[in-house]
C-alpha cells in the first residue's frame, strides 16, 4: 500500500489479487481500476459511472478470427453480467476489427441481445456512418511479416449506453491528404492510432439514477 500525507489522494495497491484502486480523500470521485478485467468505476457524490477500456487481438489470417469472435462476444456479456443495466457505460475500445466483419458483428449481435444497448458515438454524430478510418499505417519490418504493408482501416469506438447517454459532437479525423508520406506514426501524429473524443452528456434520469452494484 502507498499513502499520501501530503496530498489529497491515497493509492493502494494488492501484490496478490488483480486490482489497484485510486481514491480521492477530498474531492468527489473514486476510480477502481482492474488489470485483468479491463474496467473502471468512477463514482462521484451524485452519480456512478462505468468507464471499459479494451484492447482485442490483431491479425487477419483464419488462425485469428475464433479468438477474435470469442473476445468480442466475451465483452459483450462483460459489459452486462460484470456491470449490468442500472449503471451507465461508457466502452472505448481498440477492437482491432472494422464494421462488417464477423468479429465486430459477434460484438454487436451479442449486445442488442443481451444489453444493455451500446451505441457508437462516431457513428451517432456523425449520421450513422464511423469515420474512413481511424489508423492507416505503414509497416516495413518487424518479425510478424504477416502484417507488413500499408493498412487503413475503422477499428477504433467509443460506444456508450442508449439510455443513459446523448453524444453532442466527436473530434474529427484528419483528412488523408494531411498524412505524411510514409503515413503512421511520423512527426505529425505521433501514433499509430489516431485519438477519438466525444463529448457525451448524462442524461437527467441517469444522472441522479442510484445503482445497485459498482
Same mark, same amino acid.
Given at each position: 500500500?502507498?499513502?499520501?500525507?501530503?496530498?489529497?489522494?491515497?493509492?493502494?495497491?494488492?501484490?496478490?489479487?488483480? +486490482?489497484?484502486?485510486?481514491?480521492?480523500?477530498?474531492?468527489?470521485?473514486?476510480? !477502481?481500476?482492474?488489470?485483468?478485467?479491463?474496467?473502471?468505476?468512477?463514482?462521484?457524490?451524485?452519480?456512478? +459511472?462505468? /468507464?471499459?477500456?479494451?484492447?482485442?487481438?490483431?491479425?487477419?489470417?483464419?488462425?485469428?478470427?475464433?479468438?477474435?469472435?470469442?473476445?468480442?462476444?466475451?465483452?459483450?456479456?462483460?459489459?452486462?453480467? &460484470? /456491470?449490468? $443495466?442500472? =449503471?451507465? %457505460? %461508457?466502452?472505448?475500445?481498440?477492437?482491432?476489427?472494422?464494421?462488417?466483419? &464477423?468479429?465486430?458483428?459477434?460484438?454487436?449481435?451479442?449486445?442488442?441481445? !443481451?444489453?444493455?444497448?451500446?451505441?457508437?458515438? *462516431?457513428? &451517432?454524430?456523425?449520421?450513422?456512418?464511423?469515420?474512413?478510418?481511424?489508423?492507416?499505417?505503414?509497416?516495413?519490418?518487424?518479425?510478424?511479416? $504477416?502484417?507488413?504493408?500499408?493498412?487503413?482501416?475503422? %477499428?477504433?469506438?467509443?460506444?456508450?449506453? &442508449?439510455?443513459?447517454? $446523448? !453524444?453532442?459532437?466527436?473530434?474529427?479525423?484528419?483528412?488523408?491528404?494531411?498524412?505524411?508520406?510514409?503515413?503512421?506514426?511520423?512527426?505529425? *501524429?505521433?501514433? $499509430?492510432?489516431?485519438?477519438? /473524443?466525444?463529448? =457525451?452528456?448524462?442524461?437527467?434520469?441517469?444522472?441522479?439514477?442510484?445503482?445497485?452494484?459498482?
Amino acid at each position: 500500500a502507498v499513502v499520501s500525507t501530503q496530498s489529497t489522494w491515497k493509492a493502494v495497491v494488492s501484490t496478490q489479487s488483480t +486490482w489497484e484502486a485510486v481514491v480521492s480523500t477530498q474531492s468527489t470521485w473514486e476510480a !477502481v481500476v482492474s488489470t485483468q478485467s479491463t474496467w473502471e468505476a468512477v463514482v462521484s457524490t451524485q452519480s456512478t +459511472w462505468v /468507464v471499459v477500456c479494451t484492447h482485442h487481438k490483431s491479425g487477419k489470417k483464419t488462425k485469428d478470427l475464433p479468438s477474435k469472435h470469442a473476445q468480442a462476444e466475451f465483452v459483450a456479456h462483460m459489459l452486462k453480467f &460484470e /456491470v449490468g $443495466d442500472d =449503471i451507465p %457505460i %461508457i466502452f472505448a475500445t481498440d477492437l482491432n476489427t472494422a464494421p462488417g466483419t &464477423e468479429a465486430y458483428r459477434a460484438f454487436h449481435e451479442t449486445n442488442q441481445k !443481451v444489453g444493455p444497448r451500446v451505441l457508437s458515438a *462516431y457513428a &451517432e454524430a456523425n449520421g450513422g456512418n464511423e469515420v474512413p478510418y481511424t489508423t492507416s499505417k505503414w509497416r516495413k519490418g518487424g518479425p510478424q511479416l $504477416d502484417k507488413l504493408g500499408k493498412t487503413t482501416q475503422t %477499428i477504433d469506438f467509443i460506444f456508450y449506453t &442508449e439510455k443513459d447517454w $446523448d !453524444v453532442r459532437r466527436t473530434l474529427s479525423i484528419p483528412p488523408r491528404e494531411t498524412l505524411e508520406p510514409l503515413l503512421m506514426p511520423g512527426w505529425r *501524429y505521433p501514433s $499509430d492510432h489516431f485519438a477519438l /473524443v466525444a463529448d =457525451i452528456e448524462l442524461k437527467p434520469d441517469s444522472l441522479n439514477a442510484a445503482p445497485s452494484k459498482v
